[in-house]
């Protein structure tokens, strides 16, 4: 039996996005899989007074079951009521590919979701768009539609270049499909390694810095769709300390380069009012537990590493929060 978002006391986007590109800030989409990741996102969120997307990718949907997604969603509302503070939480599906997909997570209980037909054709991205909003719309669920294509891995799909949004093509695709929200490619990517070295110069503290990302293309897209909610992919910062101390302790990761707070400020005071932001709590976690393991060679509580990696993610994203999207306090 299909399941409304209202019964589960979840939340739209339509009025969090409207106040966010009034108020020159971002609210944050976090992904989670686990209860550890749920708990972490919404303590953060709860102690910063932050709205929050919750984001359930197709690969989530199928470690943690889309029932247990979904009842886990409604204990989301009763939580955060029991910490002291009715934040609005939406649940969103990250990177939905078909219309089937999108429906199910509608008839789920998921007050927005997103159709990536970014790596269709224009033509077909709009008639799938288009399908995906008409449905959604008589639901009441909000829609984000990406157009361009993010280097990187996104779920299965491979991209080895950036094809970048064309801002010629946002008017018509925001009419034609009656979409939400718009994910654009500007330069940011999925993953820890965003950047090759070779790209990047050392500032005078040796830390290697990116080159820019397209914020010329932003400007150009905000001038054609005025006022217009815009979502950001990809954002990691990918803290270096994260990376320091998962190499510390055992890990190899090479050459991880994310994308500079100061930058994601920018983009949060824009027309951008989505930042999505995965992988840095992934490196947070992970750092945590490596730590735990290293430290503790005999541990075999999963609370004892868990806990730890709960409490970093936490951390983690109250900082975002405060310091880089500027939602903090806005719910
Ligand atoms: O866009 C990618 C997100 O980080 C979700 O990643 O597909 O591995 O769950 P995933
Ligand atoms: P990161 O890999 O930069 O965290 O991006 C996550 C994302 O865009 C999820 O849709
Ligand atoms: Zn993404």
Redesign the pocket.
Known sequence: MAVSYKELGLVSTTDLFKKAVEGGYAIPAY?FNNLEQMQAILQACVETKSPVIL?V?SGARKYANSTLLRNMARGAVEYVKELGCEIPIVLHL??GDTFELCKDCIDNGFSSVMIDGSHHSYEENVALTKKVVEYAHAHGVAVEGELGVLAGVEDDVVAEHHTYTRPEEVEDFVKRTGVDSLAISIG?S??ATKFKPEQCTRNADGVLVPPTIRFDILEEIEKRIPGFPIVL????SVPQEEVATINKYGGKMKDAI?IPEEWLRRAAKSAVCKI?????GRLAMTAAIRKVFVENPGEFDPRKYLGPARDALKQLYMHKNINVLGSAQKA
Request: aromatic share 0%; no cysteine.
């Open positions: 992904n984001q990718s990250d990177h940011t999925h993953g992919h990809g954002s990691s994310g999505n932001i995965d992988s840095d």
